[in-house]
């Protein structure tokens, strides 16, 4: 019944793994519940065998109650609709509760993103970014729900209709941080919002660390947006790797201290990103139909079919009236960078990385030792030289040139 593990699950001094290793011993809560206490401090120790001697269900009555009141529903490990992915963790958490639709994880691609809470103005617009066209390629977009990359990753899913989960440190009925209550109703009818807490957890610091195993566990890969040095984005990367999971991160600058993170992943394995397909197609033999969205403009379809219809209308509406013709002694400034004017006026690091792939595809530790440049200067080359479309990101942080001259 859901009320033993609700009981198990409430009990002091116990811990997720603890209650792994009494399931494997007695199969069930119920017969945890009638275990001798004997056994049990020899198994966990004296602390959480006397919580273990508690047999009253007043808590989790309650925890039921709460859950009925506040349509929250609750799922243990050995139920069908636990997530398979997940379910393999070693620590996975023995229930979950959600309120909204909980995803079917093993028909689709699952990716995290995460990242700082105070991103840097080109973070808050790649963490918008590639949460919308993640979603637009069929991707279930799992974050934290804090503030900054969390919350835009998860705004940009939800503007291409896509499901999401937010992964929350306390209730889901507690709306933390509070300036989200929007988002979160918003979450609640497009994915859901999951925890290991039950209703009414407030969210304290303890929570959040151990949240992270669970929205890395939930997913294919990880992808960190933007991430100083000391980032707990950068916890959720160290689960990823325990648990088996990829580690992408999106290309940054190296000046930029915000970006330190991602700098620091890359230079100890993870895969640099700077468009969706970068991610996705790790996984295009696992899930076939992701080939059938990509093509070399990595702009997703309903993005595409946006823009094209914003052309049409521009087009087919009447052309203003000109009534007066101004001129100016100079050309007016953009309001853009256009990354194809420079292109053909490369940079000396460019130049010297250019020539160090022209025999072939390279692999990026090979190119920093052969040219002798430091590393953040080589991958920021790199992404900049892929940008101009001098060379090509091959798999296993692999490059090679594009034949462009």
């Not at 609640?188 to 407030?202: A, F, V």
């Amino acid at each position: 019944m859901l009320l033993d593990w609700l009981w198990l699950t409430t009990r002091k001094n116990l811990g997720v793994r603890r209650i792994h290793m009494l399931l494997d011993k007695y199969g069930s809560p119920e017969e945890i519940y009638r275990a001798p206490a004997q056994d049990m401090e020899m198994l966990v120790g004296r602390q959480a065998a006397a919580s273990l001697q508690d047999k009253s269900m007043d808590e989790a009555e309650q925890i039921a109650q709460a859950c009925f009141r506040l349509d929250v529903r609750a799922v243990t490990i050995r139920d069908a609709s636990y997530p398979q992915r997940l379910r393999s963790v070693d620590d996975a958490p023995v229930v979950l509760y959600y309120q909204g639709r909980l995803p079917q994880f093993e028909l689709m691609p699952a990716i995290a993103m995460v990242g700082t809470r105070r991103p840097s103005g080109y973070g808050f617009m790649k963490a918008r970014q590639f949460g919308t066209w993640l979603g637009e390629y069929g991707v279930i977009v799992v974050s934290g729900g804090a503030a900054g990359v969390d919350t835009e990753c998860l705004s940009g899913a939800l503007e291409a209709d896509a499901p999401v989960v937010a992964v929350l440190g306390c209730g889901v009925d507690i709306c933390y941080p509070a300036k989200n209550e929007r988002l979160f109703a918003d979450i609640r009818r497009n994915g859901c919002l999951l925890s290991e807490y039950p209703p009414g957890s407030p969210p304290v610091p303890e929570h959040f660390p151990a949240r992270n195993r669970i929205i890395s566990g939930l997913c294919n890969g990880v992808l960190i947006v933007e991430a100083p040095e000391r980032s707990g984005a950068l916890i959720t990367a160290e689960f990823a790797l325990e648990q088996g999971r990829d580690v992408f991160a999106l290309a940054g600058t190296a000046d930029n201290p915000s970006c330190a993170g991602n700098l620091r992943l890359v230079k100890e394995g993870a895969a640099l990103v700077s468009e969706p397909w970068d991610v996705l197609r790790e996984y295009s033999r696992q899930y076939p139909k992701l080939a059938s969205f990509y093509a070399p403009d990595p702009e997703p379809p309903r993005a595409k079919q946006r823009r094209t219809k914003q052309t049409l209308l521009r087009q087919a509406a009447p052309a203003p009236l000109q009534l007066d013709t101004k001129y100016v002694d100079k050309p007016q400034p953009k309001t853009y960078i256009d990354v194809q004017e420079p292109s053909g006026a490369l940079e000396p690091d460019e130049r010297t990385i250019l020539a160090a792939l022209q025999d072939g595809p390279v692999c990026v530790d090979d190119v920093i030792d052969g040219t002798q440049l430091p590393a953040g200067r080589v991958l920021s080359c790199l992404t900049m030289l892929e940008v101009k479309g001098y060379v090509k990101r091959l798999p296993a942080r692999r490059y090679e040139r594009t034949g462009k001259s």
